[in-house]
């Protein structure tokens, strides 16, 4: 052509990958997703299994977190730490373990040409691990020390509150760490939570690299597929039935001249009804951009906070929150408080714009293949599919049903999920001066 705007370039088209192309099972039954990718000669190996912070017994709080930690640290088989530390740095080997809320993983990362070495040394640390006295110690330390910190931050007590005050003080996740329980956990708690959870029937394997399929099967029957059976199935991640009540909940931090907000309520799980509509409605009140109301109002015509936003997450597992945040200073934070009340009572009264509407669906449309970058994300996310029990189906028809939300939709949604006289507002900062 003679000019670049004559220039015509193929349709650009994304299509998701076939999660069943990608997946088989081991011997004992493990399903195992794997996806090639010879651009390095490198493998990563993860190892996901379910349960996590929720089976915590009572008086052993932090528990999960401890064992994490301390899990690749401590040694493994015969291996101290200072030679598991060694070994997997003479084959410049990445293993990383760690344990969350409901699921946990320990992970592989290595040349090719050292799979079998690593691989011996990845199963000792997933059936035999040590817990090293003094690295186990020391774990347990750091987290003694973060607790003594943790009132510090404004913004470590306006998350920590937060969760207390919509999903209730006796909920699992709010079970917090004391320095009891930090003292009572010993190495042979750690290593029986970790034999309780990684076994057969518990896990889904995900593989990504620089590998030969055939073998990369053998090589997982005889080593993953011959871990021990799971006895029992693990008890369901418990769900909230705590209802806070609506109102202002403040706490007092003095030594700070701004104070943080958050307003919200307990939120939905994924595959809710309204689950689309109130995705992007959530992104049109405020999601990340300038195009945002809040960002609009708050931040750039009343020039009261550097950010303004709200989230409305949908887990798997339980339900998630709706939760607007911004830090605003003293005297301005009941004001911006009230602003962002205006936008969600407009939203919930007309439908967005046009504009609103086609640039929220847009920005959900155009990144979503950014979740299947790389082999690694693509065979990593449909190993937590089917941890989680999340159908496959989801990530094929996701751009389909963002596209199908209409502004009456978005409208109805808000009206029908977040009513303003349901919401808790929580208020971090010198409480005298902003009231």
Known sequence: PDRPEELVYPELRFDVPDAAALRFELADGTPVYAMRDSQFPLVTITVS???????????????????????????????SAQQLDEELDFLAANLSTSIGEVTGSASLNVLSKDLEAAMAI???????????????????????????????DAEDIEDREWLRLVYG????????????SVDAITASDSKAFVASLVRSGNLVVAVAGDFDPVAMKALLDR????????????????????????????????????????????????????????????????????TARMMKRIRSDEGLSYGAYANLDFPVSMPGTFRA????????????????FGLLRDLRAAPPTDEELRT?????????????????????????????????????????????VSGEQVRDAM?????????????????????
């Open 49 to 79: 299994f379910r349960g996590g912070r929720y089976l915590e017994p009572a008086g052993k709080e932090g528990l999960a977190a401890i064992t994490g930690d301390a899990w690749r640290s401590g040694g493994a088989g015969e291996r």
């Open 122 to 152: 990845f199963m000792d640390v997933l059936t035999a691990p040590r817990f090293q006295q003094d690295r186990f110690d020391k774990t347990k330390d750091n987290m003694l020390q973060a607790m003594r910190q943790r009132n510090d």
């Open 169 to 180: 003080e006796g909920y699992w996740m709010n079970r917090l760490a004391t320095q009891a």
């Open 223 to 290: 080593t993953i597929g011959s871990l021990p059976r799971l006895e029992a199935p693990l008890p369901p991640v418990p769900q909230p039935e705590h209802h806070p009540a609506a109102g202002v909940y403040v706490v007092d931090k003095k030594d700070v001249n701004q104070g943080r907000v958050s307003i919200g309520r307990l939120g939905f799980r994924e595959g809710d009804p309204l689950e689309f509509p109130l995705r992007v409605g959530a992104d049109i009140l405020g999601g990340g951009g300038f």
């Open 325 to 340: 945040t911004f830090q605003s200073k003293s005297s301005t934070c009941a004001y911006a408080t009230e602003i962002f």
């Open 360 to 404: 929220s669906k847009a920005s959900f449309i155009e990144t979503f293949p950014r979740r299947f970058a790389s082999a690694g994300q693509i065979a990593g996310l449909y190993a937590s599919d089917e941890l989680l029990g999340r159908d496959h189906g989801y990530w094929t028809a996701y751009r389909d049903r963002v596209a199908a």
């Open 415 to 435: 009206t029908a999920a977040l009513d303003p006289s349901t919401m808790v507002v929580l208020v971090v900062g010198n409480i005298e001066e902003i009231l």
